[in-house]
């Protein structure tokens, strides 16, 4: 069975400084792993994905996520935060083609607070 | 440029009113979705369609149907809407299954 954990539910930083977010999964299966962010009252933006390619994978808005096995985590982290960046972030697990139904299996999101 | 396209995006219906979501899309993509999204919660998916065959979730209300007269449009019709029905209904399409998936822009579903 495959599911995902965000560690925080909510996360604060100031405008220009570092951004963590951070997920940790489970797989029985090489996994797909994403991140999504979504602002208020609007659909899922793809910001990156991993699938099995390069461990560190860079994203749209200057977001970039590691994926680690030996931690099965998936942080998500970005050099300066920006004010447009205040918004849901979900980290989203799915199983490998032919290898299990093929279901998003989304994590229960983080609120990303920037401060000015 | 290829989109997701969700209409309306805010519908009012009154309780037990049947009323109908719609989606379309211009990816040329194999498989839609339809997922609801509560507030505060992570989206939960309802049912999909590859191609014409429709792969509903177990957990999925009798009260929720869904139809796919071509590749572009996918409808999500809502029998008779209670006020647990309230939420973000979100399409999304994807090339195959499962595979990366495209998100609409939502519809916010609102029942009095």
């Known amino acids: 069975a495959q599911s995902v954990t965000q560690l925080d539910s909510h996360v604060s930083v100031s405008e220009g400084t570092p951004v963590l977010l951070r997920c940790n999964y489970s797989s029985s299966y090489s996994p797909s792993l994403f991140w999504y962010v979504q602002h208020p009252n609007k659909g899922l933006q793809l910001l990156l994905k991993?699938?099995?390619?390069?461990?560190l994978v860079k994203g749209i808005n200057g977001f970039e996520a590691e994926f680690k096995k030996s931690e099965t985590s998936f942080h998500l982290t970005k050099p300066s935060a920006h004010m447009s960046d205040a918004a849901e972030y979900f980290c989203v697990v799915s199983g490998p083609l032919g290898g299990n139904t093929g279901k998003l299996i989304f994590g229960q999101g983080t609120t990303l607070q920037v401060k000015p | 440029d290829a989109m997701v396209i969700q209409n309306p995006r805010y519908q009012v219906t009154q309780f037990g009113k049947p009323v109908t979501l719609s989606c379309s899309q211009t990816l040329n993509h194999n498989v839609m979705y339809w997922y609801q999204q509560k507030s505060s919660q992570a989206p939960k998916l309802l049912f999909h369609?590859?191609?014409?065959?429709?792969?509903n979730e177990a957990d999925t209300p009798d009260n929720f149907q869904s139809r796919r007269p071509n590749t572009s449009f996918c409808f999500l019709d809502i029998r008779s809407p209670g006020l647990g029905d309230a939420a973000m209904y979100l399409c999304a399409t994807s090339r195959t299954h499962p595979g990366e998936q495209f998100f609409g822009p939502g519809t916010r579903l609102t029942v009095l």
């Open positions: 991993y699938t099995s390619a390069a461990t």
């Open positions: 369609y590859y191609d014409k065959d429709f792969n």
